[in-house]
């Protein structure tokens, strides 16, 4: 202001608004400083995050797609007998058929290397289509079985043919035995739906992550269940019911103590409360969704109070004031405009829950289970320690799928956010 | 017309509704109002004036014991309706605020619809045993709060979509709807044009013949328009009450008369 000239005149001093002062364009320096940070910021984390999605998009595509051999093969009654069928011949008979394609292998000596490019699974694919069907032994059928890792690599392009053979997987001969199939029109690389509808196995080929997800499942419903209520009950007494004294103050920074414990903390709490003291199964997605839930209770706490914080305080007067008593207030007013918030609150807390690895792994939900749990209370991993045990695991089939497995995992997170992000938008605040 | 009155006035003999004797309140420790004394008649228009932050609404609020629900708030003294201490522990003020209704200096509509607003209170007191006695009340209640003309069609639309004065009759008629004995009002035709404002009037006029009403204004026309009795409060102390008529003409206090007269505000 300093710097406009009086004209002289006397009267109130004037300047125009296009005229330019050093103290504007201080102020538009500090204006630009400001937002150049901003875009800074956000252009690193977006890196950082492209760098992570990129990562694991070029080590984990390939294990969304699975190669696979088409055989005919020719259920020989000699092998295949209907009065034995779990433990029929069923690897005799794909070998056969396979052999039948390499005219340069030995069925003899060869049979066992032969045997090899299939996976050790593909046997079982062949029992499941003749027990639902026992009037096919002894016809010739079509059938598409997985591929072993090791070929499974090689037709990938992840084996190097060019490196000496005793450093590779498979030698000369094996890749000369599967590039004739491959040119035959044998090999196939469809899309892997093995990996969601598969349990885990030994072998890479075949291991898929239903296990992983119906125990996530569970995990996560008994955990919903369980913090959803108690969370809500809690935050409404405490914001709506409890008086406000040093006790209740004390309780309110527990709680956000609680919300800040390191989840190890929690899996340790659990496996000497949940599995040593109360003795509840090992593994089991019910004890994992007990864990869970006793981290997700003081987020759902704190959001919900905030949410019902939020709900302006002329509601609340206006339903006092026609005579409503206190319950029929919360529950008929404040309760469902804070509806929105808390369901936020509460779908963050379970992407939170659904990413924890630590308390799951101290309550021995990284077993090696090879089946889906059929409930709570089975045997079973969830999808973080699904990823831990296969980034623990040297094949290099297990190296894509660990991180197939974790983009299915930063889906799923994206779409519990994405929905919270949905709900909060469409119930935007209507006062 | 102010004749007219005061010559009903003087015929009848209203019985007190509402009687406050040693009325003090503290929000802490503020001493918000102070030893106050007022008889409030059935059938009658009582208006409280006085500057702003005065109490107006704090003692307004002690009426329907509104002011249990701010936690530093303490109220002592005694306030009895129709000879029962509204302030006893065995009194439920829930079943208080059904009888003394409230209406709110700000329009507070709930986010529901505009026939829900009005049924609410209906609906959870079990005044209406079927839909059709509900509806009968919810447009009676629109009608009495002069604003069933500009609803009628639209009473599945949200009421918080409403103008900030048909929402604020919307609150009169949902006040009116639970019956009460006793109708407070805390400014309510701030947020009023002169025509809301008249039809508000005239209904305040019209719910005297049923019910006590109570009325904080800033006003002073208002009050002399709307009023028989009125209550000039200062500073937390009531410092005259009497006749609408007498406060404005002949007030005893000279502070009163600064204040109608424009002096302190
Ligand atoms: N919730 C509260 N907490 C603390 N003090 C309060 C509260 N409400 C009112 N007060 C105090 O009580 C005194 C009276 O307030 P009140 O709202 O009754 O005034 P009023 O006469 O209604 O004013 P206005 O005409 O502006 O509405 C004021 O000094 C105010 O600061
Ligand atoms: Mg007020």
Known sequence: ?431 | MNDMRLTERGVETKQIKMKARGVEVFYGDTHAIKSVDVDIEDHTVTAFIGPSGCGKSTFLRCLNRMNDTIDICRVTGDIHLDGEDIYDPRIDPVQLRAKVGMVFQKPNPFPKSIYDNVAYGPKIHGLARTKAELDEIVEKSLRRAAIWNEVKDRLDAPGTGLSGGQQQRLCIARAVATGPEVLLMDEPCSALDPIATAQVEELIDELRQSYSVVIVTHSMQQAARVSQKTAFFHLGTLVEFGETSKIFTNPEDPRTESYITGRIG
């Not at chain 1, 392009?157 to 000496?164: E, K, S």
């Not at chain 1, 959001?303 to 029929?328: D, F, M, W, Y």
């Open chain 1, 1 to 431: 202001m300093a710097d406009i000239t009086n004209s002289g005149t006397g009267g109130p001093r004037k300047s125009s608004l296009t005229e330019s002062s050093a103290k504007i364009a201080k102020r538009k320096r500090a204006d630009l400083i400001l937002q150049g940070f901003g875009i800074g910021a956000i252009l690193t984390a977006f890196t950082v995050l492209f760098i992570l999605v990129a990562s694991l998009v070029s080590t984990g595509y390939t294990a969304f797609v699975q190669t696979h051999v088409t055989l005919q093969v020719f259920v020989d009654p000699a092998e295949v007998a209907e009065e034995r069928l779990p433990r029929g011949g069923f690897q005799e008979v794909l070998t056969a058929s396979l052999l039948s394609n390499l005219p340069d292998a030995d069925p003899e000596s060869d049979a066992r290397a032969v045997r090899n490019i299939l996976s050790n699974g593909a046997q079982f694919y062949l029992r499941d289509r003749i027990v639902a069907n026992p009037s096919l032994i002894g016809q010739t059928i079509s059938i598409t079985v997985p591929v072993s890792d090791p070929f499974d690599q090689l037709n990938k392009g992840n084996v190097d043919r060019a490196t000496p053979e005793a450093q590779r997987r498979v030698n000369d001969r094996e890749i000369g035995w599967f590039d004739a199939l491959d040119t035959a029109g044998m090999i196939a690389t469809p899309l892997n739906w093995g990996l969601i509808t598969n349990a885990d196995s030994r072998f890479p080929e075949l291991a898929g992550l239903r296990g992983a997800l119906v125990g996530t499942f569970w995990a996560l419903l008994t955990c919903f269940l369980i913090s959803f209520p108690i969370g809500i009950g809690a935050a409404i007494y405490l914001e709506e019911f409890a008086p406000k004294n040093k006790l209740s103050d004390f309780i309110e920074v527990n709680i956000n103590n609680l919300a800040a414990v390191p989840s190890v903390v929690f899996g340790l709490l659990a496996l000497a409360v949940f599995l040593n003291w109360f003795g509840l199964p090992r593994s089991a997605p019910f004890v994992g969704g007990l864990t869970l839930a006793l981290m997700t209770m003081p987020t759902i706490i704190i959001a919900t109070r905030a949410a019902l914080k939020a709900v302006p305080p002329s509601i609340r007067e206006a339903a006092l004031g026609v005579g409503a008593s206190k319950q029929q207030v919360v529950f008929g007013h404040v309760l469902p405009l804070a509806m929105p918030g808390i369901l936020t609150g509460t779908i963050i807390g379970l992407a939170q829950a659904l990413g924890e690895t630590a308390p799951l792994l101290l309550i021995g939900m990284n077993a090696f289970i090879t089946s889906a749990a059929s409930s709570p209370f089975d045997a079973s991993t969830a999808l973080p320690t699904q990823i831990f045990i296969w980034a623990d695991s040297p094949e290099r089939g297990f190296v894509s799928r660990t991180s197939a497995a974790i983009l299915v995992l930063l889906g799923f997170l994206v779409l519990m956010n994405g929905m919270a992000i949905y709900l909060r938008n469409k119930f935007e605040r209507r006062w």
